[in-house]
């Protein structure tokens, strides 16, 4: 008896504990449930909205936007109905659905991650604006599309002139990632002159870019430059202090200069034009301190 006493006594305990407490996670301060619901996927964050009047419009408040297709486009991915068209369509009004709500004055991530062609550059357009207006640090752009590049989106040219607004401030980006974006050499340059703390630079699939220079004294911050898949490239000089890494393809000429940081290097892809001796030249500078260097070669020559 005496046993049977105790387990009912612990059961009535257990339940007091479990269905006797209230929520204290709603008690907790904005800014603190801000900060759970930024590390949820927007989907997880925007579902929250219906738990309580409480929770109604916290998720406006996220400084997290990564729009992942697979999440969102996942129910019409598994019956297998939607064309890519729909599904490209759905995602696109998705992202405008969610910025128009948005009420985040700052922004830590905004990634776009879909095919999308230059049908939809004003709406790449209103992305980015929304992204740089709310000073963000990481603004990942992954348009990559299956047709040829002449159909790339381009970055908005009256957000990258002189006369940009006061309001716009570009000085928080630290990591601009930009695939099947059309980018030339002034838009890096603009990158370069207004984004002081910008540490990572990734370009890819940009037919526009011709010859590039990543050139800054020792307020360059820049660690991590890559610039892939831009076959119309003929020549790149860098000279970065604190450059870290470094990941090129296809390159016809290349100079590196004042890079005593660099310790990494990428060259994939190279053609016949790029002899190894010229590729490895490049290195001479800094071949002291390179712990990687990884070189794919097709087609070369050796000359001595």
């Known amino acids: 008896m005496a ?6 006594f612990q059961t009535k305990k257990c339940a007091e504990i479990v269905y006797g407490d209230d929520d204290r996670i709603s008690r907790l301060p904005d800014d603190i449930l801000v900060d759970i619901l930024s590390l949820l996927s927007l989907k997880e964050a925007v579902c929250t909205s219906v738990l309580s009047s409480r929770w109604h419009n916290l998720w406006k408040h996220i400084y997290r936007l990564n729009f992942d297709p697979h999440v969102s486009l996942q129910k019409g991915t598994q019956q297998g109905f939607e064309s890519c068209k729909e599904k490209r369509k759905k995602y696109v009004k998705w992202v ?4 128009k709500k948005h009420k985040a004055a700052i922004l830590k991530d905004f990634i776009i991650r879909l095919r999308l062609s230059r049908k939809f550059q004003k709406d790449v357009n209103r992305w980015i604006n929304f ?10 752009l992954d348009l990559t599309t299956g047709d040829s590049s002449r159909y790339n989106c381009s970055l908005p040219q009256e957000l990258l002139t002189k006369n940009t607004s006061s309001e716009i401030d570009f000085k928080p980006l630290k990591v601009l990632c930009l695939k099947s974006v059309d980018v030339t050499e002034e838009d890096i340059k603009f990158f370069q002159s207004k ?21 800054g004294g020792p307020f360059l911050v820049l660690k991590h430059l890559e610039l892939t898949r831009c076959y119309n490239l003929k020549s790149v000089k860098v000279c970065a202090p604190n450059l870290t890494s470094l990941t090129l393809q296809k390159v016809e000429c290349l100079l590196l200069e004042n890079v005593p940081r660099l310790v990494e290097v990428s060259v994939c892809r190279a053609y016949s034009k790029v002899s190894t001796t010229v590729a490895l030249s490049a290195f001479a500078c ?6 990687i260097l990884t070189l794919e070669m097709k087609g070369f020559e050796v000359r001595r």
Not at 3 to 8: E, F, H, N, Q, T
Not at 131 to 140: D, F, N, P, S
Not at 286 to 291: G, M, T
Request: charged share 30%; with cysteine.
């Open 195 to 215: 984004c002081p703390m910008l540490e990572e630079l990734v370009v890819d699939r940009s037919l526009k870019l011709l010859n590039v220079e990543v050139c």
């Open 96 to 99: 405008n659905s969610v910025i």
């Open 3 to 8: 046993g049977k006493r105790v387990a009912k």
């Open 286 to 291: 800094c071949d002291f301190q390179l712990e």
């Open 131 to 140: 992204a740089i207006v709310r000073h963000v640090q990481r603004l990942e």
